[in-house]
């Protein structure tokens, strides 16, 4: 089993379909050393949570320094010196209604403005391009099953694709073998999930072994992949690039090194590999031997 998924992993490297996929392509969602923030929205929906996030932000500072200034108000106005009678009461009607009323009037305010961008990501559309998604410990599988062909993606540095975790000369010359630079290294994959910009791509989403879980940080998702189970996402990429992720769930000893690649091509760049991947990965089995997973 292992020497079978160790030699997939090498033709998907020397297949060449990775940097043919990605020319002239440029590195969009990848995390920056010392940087913070989020990485660029490539989707409505990763906008509509940044925007909601940064709502949410000014909500909270604002409230944060009301309730520090009123302190600061009360310890100078109020304290022994100044103030060395204290007022004899035992509550105040107006403050309490307004300690109640005000905090109610801005939780519904974040709900209506959250619920629908909640609703929008579960919400499935119609897709274009369907791609059933399965983890492995530790690497992912892709069905793009329009197209009827299947193959595996291996972070280029895992033993599958020659590596041993380490950024060697060997893996460094993978990695440019590739299209990327050792800026890439833990971040590329040997094959990448290529769709064409502007359409709406639904993933299927399912573990083999543990749970694991596909998040795309410049797209706005994030799911998990439970074994047995088949749960969706959708996104629609509004910007060609390359887009990094990776599973965000604890799924064992090589959880670090099982990371998503994306790359968001033309729609005539898109076709184009699609002939290539067919002739390449067609009847490929969708499901190494010794694993069963959800159906449907």
């Known amino acids: 089993m292992k020497k079978l998924l160790s030699l997939s992993g090498v033709f998907c490297t020397l297949g060449g379909l990775p940097a043919m996929a990605q020319d002239q392509l440029e590195i969009v969602g990848k995390p920056v050393s010392g940087k913070m923030g989020f990485q660029p929205a490539a989707t409505e929906l990763a906008r509509d949570l940044q925007g909601l996030d940064h709502m949410i932000l000014i909500i909270i500072t604002a409230i944060t320094l009301l309730v520090i200034g009123l302190i600061l108000w009360v310890v100078v106005r109020y304290n022994r010196r100044a103030n060395p009678t204290p007022a004899q009461f035992t509550h105040h009607s107006t403050v ?3 300690w109640t009323v005000v905090p109610i009037v801005i939780l519904v305010f974040i709900g209506a403005v959250s619920l629908p961008v909640l609703f ?3 919400e499935i559309p119609d897709a274009d391009i369907t791609i059933k998604v399965t983890g492995y410990q530790w690497y992912w599988g892709y069905e793009y099953v329009d197209a009827g ?16 975790y380490m950024l060697t000369p060997e893996v460094e010359a993978k990695l ?11 971040l590329a994959t040997d094959t990448a999930v290529v769709v064409p910009v502007d359409k709406i791509v639904v993933m299927n989403v399912t573990g083999a072994d543990v749970i694991h879980s596909w998040a795309m940080p410049a797209f706005g998702v994030k ?15 509004e910007r060609e690039g390359i887009y990094f992720g990776q599973c965000s769930e604890l799924c064992g000893k090589d959880h670090a090194f099982m990371p998503i690649t ?8 898109y076709e184009k590999w699609l002939e290539k991947a067919t002739e390449e990965y067609a009847g490929t089995p969708a499901v190494p031997a010794g694993y069963q997973i959800a159906a449907k």
């Not at 799911?223 to 749960?231: E, M, Y």
């Open 120 to 122: 929008k990501q579960q």
């Open 176 to 186: 440019v073998e590739a299209g990327y630079s050792r800026d890439e290294f833990l």
């Open 223 to 237: 799911q998990d992949a439970v074994p047995g189970r088949l749960a969706q996402l959708w996104f629609k990429a």
């Open 149 to 164: 062909f299947s193959f595996d993606s291996y972070m280029i540095g895992q033993p599958a694709t020659g590596g041993n």
């Open 262 to 269: 994306v790359k968001v091509v033309s729609q005539e760049a």
């Open 96 to 98: 309490e209604i307004l």
